[in-house]
């Protein structure tokens, strides 16, 4: 089954992890570097060109100075609450 890139879980997943990278202050370049792979990396799963796996999450939040647990309670918390819209 084909994942939709415009599904509102997914657009969620986006924002949190692009907002978690402002947050710590990090530009694309940054924290490419950090994860030894090229800024387009960072671009593509960013605007939801690319999909990330779990253990690709939990080292992109970790260069950006949180956990993976606190990671996915913040991204339920924003599904409980557009799911109530």
Same mark, same amino acid.
């Given at each position: ?32 570097? %950090?994860?030894?792979?090229? @800024?387009? /990396? ?6 939801? =060109?690319? !999909? ?15 956990? %993976?647990?606190?990671?996915? @309670?913040? /991204? ?6 557009? =799911?109530? !819209?």
């Amino acid at each position: 089954m084909a994942v939709n890139p415009w599904d509102p879980e997914n657009v969620v997943l986006q924002e949190l992890i692009t907002n978690c990278r402002s947050e710590a202050q990090l530009t694309q370049q940054q924290l490419a570097k %950090l994860l030894e792979r090229p @800024q387009s /990396y960072v671009s593509k799963y960013e605007s939801g =060109e690319r !999909k990330l796996t779990l253990p690709e999450i939990r080292v992109i939040v970790e260069c950006c100075g949180t956990n %993976l647990t606190d990671f996915v @309670q913040l /991204y339920l918390k924003e599904l409980t609450l557009i =799911e109530n !819209k």
